[in-house]
């Protein structure tokens, strides 16, 4: 079974950059046609897709973050992170990472991610 750990701060000042990583613990996040997002979910919305770096290496980026959003990886400790600049009280969520599994191609629907991690609340506050 594939367990996906988020880790990072739980506070951020607005204007910092939060920087979140994920923790893939079986399989390689390098196998391919695998993706890897990270979606969150602020207080009463809907999930929110944010982005996703594929097996290749290749970043999507939701096109509402794209200034401010990167995603990169560590493949020897099997591990891709998150940078969100600028911050905001408004990014004040629970932050997911998430996997697919295998298929043709990256999807930016959160119900299109098979495995989840627990989820990690970040408040955005001075």
């Known amino acids: 079974q594939v367990q996906l750990q988020e880790s990072g701060p739980g506070l951020v000042k607005p204007s910092q950059t939060l920087s979140l990583t994920c923790t893939v613990s079986?399989?390689?996040?390098?196998?391919?046609?695998?993706?890897y997002a990270w979606i969150r979910q602020a207080p009463g919305k809907d999930l929110e897709w944010m982005g996703t770096i594929g097996f290749a290496g290749h970043t999507y980026i939701g096109p509402s973050l794209k200034s401010r959003i990167s995603i990169s990886r560590d493949t020897a400790k099997n591990q891709y992170t998150l940078q969100l600049s600028s911050v905001t009280p408004e990014d004040t969520a629970v932050y997911y990472c998430a996997e697919t599994g295998p298929r043709p191609a990256y999807t930016l629907l959160p119900n299109g991610y098979q495995w989840w991690g627990q989820g990690t609340q970040v408040t955005v506050a001075s």
């Open positions: 079986s399989g390689s996040i390098t196998a391919i046609n695998y993706y």
